[in-house]
Nanobody
Framework: QVQLVESGGGLVQPGGSLRLSCAVS????????MGWYRQAPGKQRVLVAR???????NYTDSVKGRFTISRDDAKNTVYLQMNSLKAEDTAVYYC????????WGQGTQVTVSS
């Protein structure tokens, strides 16, 4: 059974930084894609960033230059480094893995507020 557990969320002031981690347990197929999505109150869940097993990345426009996604396959972990955070980054952030099947974490709250 595949499980995804996120950590690293919290409250941060505008301009601050956070690093999210997502540890994947269980067996996943190589050649997978790992990603981060977010869902703000009253809005749909949207893609923030994703990374392939080859290290190719893509980001939604609003986070380009501020967020960096990375992965450590030895640890089965995906990270999201978030810098220069803004109030509009406030959301629940979800980890996602696709390997033919789709898996989601339980979400971690990120709140950017002074």
């Amino acid at each position: 059974q595949v499980q995804l557990v996120e950590s690293g969320g919290g409250l941060v002031q505008p301009g601050g930084s956070l690093r999210l981690s997502c540890a994947v347990s269980g067996s996943i197929v190589s050649g997978n894609v790992m990603g981060w999505y977010r869902q703000a109150p009253g809005k749909q869940r949207v893609l923030v960033a994703r990374i392939t097993s080859r290290g190719n990345t893509n980001y939604t426009d609003s986070v380009k230059g501020r967020f960096t996604i990375s992965r450590d396959d030895a640890k089965n972990t995906v990270y999201l480094q978030m810098n220069s955070l803004k109030a509009e980054d406030t959301a629940v952030y979800y980890c996602n893995v696709v390997d033919g099947s789709t898996y989601w974490g339980q979400g971690t709250q990120v709140t950017v507020s002074s």
